[in-house]
């Protein structure tokens, strides 16, 4: 859905000059907002207009919390109370498997092929198959909570909202039926978890982020909260002298049990929240940020949450397509700093970090810089015989800098499949245009 800014105040405005409009409005509001912004709104959500005259007031009552006063007062104590953060955990999470044996050398296997843009569609609609059998019945991805320093640590299943919004956005570029399905389903899943006005939270213990809430935002972006922009002024509270968007969304009442270890702004936080929010005044500074990191070659150690530059680069492309002429002045020097991460055979890096930097390379149009063959068949070797792509960190702090917090790291099976068929769907288009 296109990013339409101000949707709330074009309607007042509108209504308030336009008689007809505003009796259209008040009679048929879903409806009337659909045919006059050419969109469909998500169903099951009912739109009331009120209309206030000089003799009649109306005060508007946000809905109840989805937590209970007991919950919120026992979410207050913070990390230390693991019974209230077990609520969050799915168990037992397996260990972790190995990667893939290559049976061949890239070249073999390519050559084997014959057509490598088929093998590319074959691999990513067996790695939707793999997801297929991995996303809960409720349309909610999984992820691992590990123990990046010790791995004798017991891992744990979790289910947050952001990991499905990060998966289902890399498959929003498949046109394969099993994706959009995925896809769909997901979205109701946000639905059943989004808090008034249109916030997120990772955990339930922790309060909302900004990371969760942009990411949730854009992919059920028709729920009227989020078309409305009804969750614009607690973001918009939320940022730092400088004009850069802070993580955390520490309301009066909520948990503050992140300062300890807090890093305030963060840029994949920030090229997620402009990646929603659009190119807007809001969001220059924010964007000037971005812009002067990049420039000068500043990301690595910008992020407590993303574990390398890769990540970082990929935001800030993914940025750049969904809110057109945002960043746009970034678009040649991204290439540049992404393609300077590739080292030789190593190419680069993990699997993942090589279908981030692929994806980022195609958002920021300099795909055809590298060799698309390699890349595809790299990634096509890589897979499973179930169809998934092996579980590397995805986010967490690898430097291991912030103490007994810092060392938690999360990723999936699930998580790089995703960003596989990412990857593949734009290397095949690549490789069929050639």
């Given at each position: 859905m296109k990013k339409l800014v101000g949707s709330a105040e074009i309607l007042v405005s509108r209504a308030g000059e336009d008689r007809d409009f505003r009796e259209r409005l008040l009679a048929s509001p879903r409806e009337t907002i659909e045919k006059e912004f050419g969109v469909t709104l998500a169903g099951g959500h009912e739109i009331h207009v009120h209309e206030e005259t000089y003799n009649t007031t109306h005060l508007v009552l946000p809905p109840p919390g989805k937590l209970s006063e007991a919950e919120r007062e026992a979410a207050k104590t913070g990390a230390a109370s693991l019974e209230f953060l077990r609520k969050t955990m799915y168990d037992p999470a397996p260990p972790l498997r190995p990667p893939a044996v290559e049976r061949t050398t890239p070249g073999e296997r390519a050559a084997a092929s014959g057509d490598l843009a088929a093998a590319g569609r074959e691999s990513i609609r067996r790695g939707l198959d793999f997801l297929e059998s991995t996303v809960d019945e409720n349309g909610a991805w999984s992820c691992i909570r590990f123990n990046i320093a010790d791995p004798d640590i017991p891992r744990h299943f979790e289910r947050p909202p952001f990991i499905s919004a990060l998966c289902v956005l890399a498959l929003e570029c498949s046109e394969e039926p099993q994706a959009k399905a995925l896809c769909a389903a997901t979205g109701d899943y946000l639905v059943d978890t989004i808090e008034f006005?249109?916030?997120?939270?990772?955990?339930?213990?922790?309060?909302?982020?900004?990371?969760?809430?942009?990411?949730?935002?854009?992919?059920?972006?028709?729920?009227?909260?989020?078309?409305?922009?009804?969750?614009?002024?607690?973001?918009?509270?939320?940022?730092?002298?400088?004009?850069?968007?802070?993580?955390?969304?520490?309301?009066?009442?909520?948990?503050?049990?992140?300062?300890?270890?807090?890093?305030?702004?963060?840029?994949?936080?920030?090229?997620?929240?402009?990646?929603?929010?659009?190119?807007?005044?809001?969001?220059?500074?924010?964007?000037?940020?971005?812009?002067?990191?990049?420039?000068?070659?500043?990301?690595?150690?910008?992020?407590?949450?993303?574990?390398?530059?890769?990540?970082?680069?990929?935001?800030?492309?993914?940025?750049?397509?969904?809110?057109?002429?945002?960043?746009?002045?970034?678009?040649?020097?991204?290439?540049?700093?992404?393609?300077?991460?590739?080292?030789?055979?190593?190419?680069?890096?993990?699997?993942?970090?090589?279908?981030?930097?692929?994806?980022?390379?195609?958002?920021?149009?300099?795909?055809?810089?590298?060799?698309?063959?390699?890349?595809?068949?790299?990634?096509?070797?890589?897979?499973?015989?179930?169809?998934?792509?092996?579980?590397?960190?995805?986010?967490?702090?690898?430097?291991?800098?912030?103490?007994?917090?810092?060392?938690?790291?999360?990723?999936?099976?699930?998580?790089?499949?995703?960003?596989?068929?990412?990857?593949?769907?734009?290397?095949?288009?690549?490789?069929?245009?050639?």
């Open positions: 006005p249109g916030l997120w939270r990772y955990y339930r213990h922790l309060p909302p982020d900004l990371d969760s809430t942009a990411l949730c935002s854009i992919v059920i972006a028709a729920h009227p909260w989020i078309f409305l922009e009804r969750n614009l002024p607690p973001i918009l509270a939320n940022r730092d002298e400088a004009g850069r968007f802070m993580t955390w969304v520490l309301a009066e009442d909520e948990p503050d049990v992140v300062s300890r270890f807090r890093i305030e702004a963060d840029p994949v936080v920030n090229a997620n929240v402009i990646a929603y929010l659009g190119d807007r005044p809001e969001t220059a500074d924010a964007q000037s940020w971005l812009e002067t990191l990049v420039a000068e070659d500043g990301v690595d150690g910008s992020s407590k949450w993303y574990p390398d530059a890769v990540a970082i680069y990929y935001a800030i492309a993914r940025a750049m397509v969904r809110a057109p002429t945002a960043l746009e002045r970034l678009r040649p020097i991204l290439a540049d700093r992404i393609l300077e991460l590739h080292a030789g055979q190593e190419g680069f890096g993990n699997i993942l970090q090589t279908a981030l930097a692929v994806s980022a390379l195609y958002n920021a149009g300099s795909l055809e810089r590298i060799d698309a063959t390699r890349e595809t068949d790299r990634i096509v070797s890589s897979q499973r015989e179930d169809g998934s792509w092996p579980e590397l960190l995805a986010f967490g702090d690898q430097e291991l800098k912030w103490g007994t917090v810092g060392q938690i790291g999360h990723g999936a099976e699930a998580v790089t499949s995703a960003f596989c068929i990412e990857a593949l769907e734009r290397l095949v288009e690549i490789l069929k245009a050639e």
